[in-house]
């Protein structure tokens, strides 16, 4: 008996031990992505919001350039760097903390303002 609860106790302690190396894949498992790469349009802002409108589509490329395109305007060409969770726009040093996650089967990109940008900006992937 004594042996079951240290084999149990073992198991349980492996368990919580292998957590935190597991958990930073949990929107892969679910079927979501790490990758600002594809299509994706703006159904949230909140904060300063000048330059951006609701219902933008947001293209991004490998290459590294993104067409951003608000409704019923001209495309604007950008240039863009994703490393660790860090979004920056080359033209305008414009740089967002990028999250992920899936609410309701659909993929969701959350770009949080750095460096005094006040702004919140949540798309929905169109496509990868």
């Given at each position: 008996?004594?042996?079951?609860?240290?084999?149990?106790k073992f198991?349980?302690?492996?368990t919580?031990?292998w957590?935190?190396?597991?958990?930073?894949d949990?929107?892969k498992s679910?079927?979501?992505?790490?990758?600002?790469?594809?299509?994706?349009?703006?159904?949230k802002?909140l904060g300063?919001?000048q330059?951006?409108?609701?219902?933008?589509?947001?293209n991004?490329?490998?290459?590294g350039s993104a067409?951003?395109t608000c409704?019923?305007?001209?495309?604007?060409?950008?240039t863009?760097t994703?490393?660790?969770d860090?979004?920056t726009?080359?033209?305008?040093?414009?740089?967002y903390t990028?999250?992920?996650s899936?609410?309701?089967g659909?993929?969701?990109m959350?770009?949080?303002?750095?460096?005094?940008?006040?702004?919140?900006?949540t798309?929905?992937?169109?496509?990868?």
């Open positions: 008996m004594i042996l079951k609860y240290k084999v149990l198991i349980l302690f492996i919580l031990l957590f935190p190396f597991t958990g930073s949990c929107v679910l079927g979501g992505t790490t990758s600002v790469i594809g299509s994706w349009e703006l159904v802002m300063n919001t330059d951006v409108c609701l219902g933008e589509i947001a991004f490329q490998e290459s067409t951003l409704p019923n305007t001209s495309p604007v060409q950008r863009y994703y490393s660790n860090i979004l726009y080359s033209e305008t040093s414009l740089s990028v999250s992920f899936v609410q309701n659909v993929q969701k959350v770009l949080k303002g750095r460096n005094g940008v006040d702004r919140q900006l798309y929905n992937q169109l496509s990868k």
